[in-house]
């Protein structure tokens, strides 16, 4: 791996802002501004969900790949995937790659003992996160995020994409409170180990339309995981969107879709969400989001800080992987050369 050292901690501060990215292409990336990274997760190469196996079975292939596209970094994954908390630290740390996050689905609508083993679920993956930011030396203002989703709920996944002017299926007051207090719970958890929280809207979920984003913010002080592909398919203006939320914004999901599955579906009225989602996201440039144009207005305004990029894929056959690597390192080499020359 082109300028980095084996075997010693990564601090993404000054190992990573203060020097040119490491890509196999870096004539094509050009310089990444002063703070900003770009870090991946391993849903993008088919890991999610309890009980997910790796592309090969070895997290650390894993890692070995996007440390070799030139990524600074990369989400957990799953609760325990990499291992224990000590044995997390020690592959992000032989891969010199930093712990960015990790997303933690909490069911808000769901009973209280589900949501009990969610949260349960939540302090391993702090457990882990606050692992890998004590081993690397990572300072408070860059710590790991603890990124909470609502998982929604089987009719929702029959219902991607409701209209704003249709709330039927929209939580009530009362579930808008218990969401809320279950986040500060969350958050007070993601704090007590160092870490940033935020939290993701998702489409199918209930925080998916640009107004439940709204009610969110009005009622917790959680910070905000603007996942650009998101909220373009849950009919928001990513930019539009970047411009009302920026000062909650601590955190940005870079993907690109095609809206016309999306649309197909719906028509249908299809109920296998997770077969007809494997076919949304594609390569960076080959969608329907404009990412131009939301990473100048991102730069412009002065973020600097994470960008994750995420390309949601079916699990991935071992046969599979060598493809699927390369197309994430297409997309690193894509998206830092566009950040580069929006710089």
């Given at each position: ?6 075997g010693s901690?990564?601090?993404?501060d000054t190992?990573y ?9 870096t004539?094509?990336s ?6 900003i ?6 849903v993008?190469y088919?890991v999610?969900g309890?009980g ?5 079975s070895?997290p650390?292939?894993?890692?070995a790949s996007m440390?070799?596209?030139g990524?600074?970094?990369?989400e ?7 291992g224990?908390p000590?044995q997390t630290a020690?592959?992000?740390t032989e891969?010199?790659l930093a712990?960015v996050?990790?997303?933690i689905?909490?069911?808000y609508a769901?009973?209280d003992?589900v949501?009990e083993h969610?949260?349960?679920?939540m302090?391993?993956?702090c457990r ?13 203002d860059?710590?790991p995020l603890a ?9 929702l996944?029959h219902?991607?994409a409701?209209?704003?002017d ?16 279950l ?5 007070a ?14 489409i199918s979920?209930?925080?998916?339309s640009?107004?439940e984003?709204e009610r969110l913010l009005?009622?917790?002080?959680v910070?905000l995981t ?6 373009q398919?849950a009919?928001?203006d990513p930019?539009?969107?970047l ?11 870079v993907?690109?879709?095609r809206m ?7 028509a249908a009225g ?13 390569p960076?440039?080959e ?6 144009a939301?990473?100048?207005?991102l730069?412009r305004g002065?973020?600097?800080d994470?960008l ?6 079916a699990p991935?056959?071992a046969d599979?992987y060598p493809?699927?690597a ?8 894509w ?9």
């Amino acid at each position: 791996m082109t300028g980095r050292t084996t075997g010693s901690a990564v601090n993404p501060d000054t190992d990573y802002a203060t020097h040119p990215t490491t890509t196999p292409d870096t004539h094509l990336s050009g310089r990444l501004p002063d703070g900003i990274l770009i870090g991946n997760a391993p849903v993008s190469y088919g890991v999610y969900g309890e009980g997910a196996g790796g592309p090969d079975s070895s997290p650390g292939a894993l890692l070995a790949s996007m440390a070799e596209a030139g990524y600074h970094g990369s989400e957990l994954g799953p609760p325990g995937f990499f291992g224990t908390p000590e044995q997390t630290a020690a592959l992000f740390t032989e891969h010199r790659l930093a712990a960015v996050g990790a997303y933690i689905p909490v069911h808000y609508a769901l009973g209280d003992d589900v949501v009990e083993h969610d949260l349960a679920r939540m302090e391993q993956t702090c457990r882990e996160l606050a692992a890998c930011a004590e081993a690397a030396g990572t300072p408070a203002d860059r710590a790991p995020l603890a990124i909470l989703a609502d998982e929604g709920s089987q009719t929702l996944l029959h219902h991607p994409a409701r209209s704003w002017d249709d709330r039927s299926l929209a939580l009530d007051e009362a579930g808008w409170e218990r969401l809320a207090r279950l986040s500060e719970r969350a958050v007070a958890m993601a704090r007590s180990y160092g870490l940033r929280p935020s939290f993701h809207p998702h489409i199918s979920t209930y925080v998916e339309s640009p107004w439940e984003v709204e009610r969110l913010l009005e009622l917790t002080e959680v910070g905000l995981t603007l996942d650009i592909a998101h909220i373009q398919l849950a009919g928001g203006d990513p930019v539009e969107c970047l411009r009302a939320w920026r000062e909650r914004i601590n955190h940005v999901h870079v993907k690109d879709v095609r809206m016309a599955v999306l649309t197909d579906a719906k028509a249908a009225g299809r109920t296998d969400f997770d077969e007809w989602w494997a076919d949304v996201c594609v390569p960076f440039g080959e969608g329907d989001v404009d990412i131009d144009a939301f990473l100048a207005e991102l730069l412009r305004g002065g973020y600097r800080d994470w960008l994750l990029v995420e390309q949601d894929r079916a699990p991935t056959p071992a046969d599979q992987y060598p493809q699927v690597a390369a197309e994430q390192a297409a997309n690193y080499a894509w998206l830092a050369a566009k950040v580069a020359a929006h710089s």
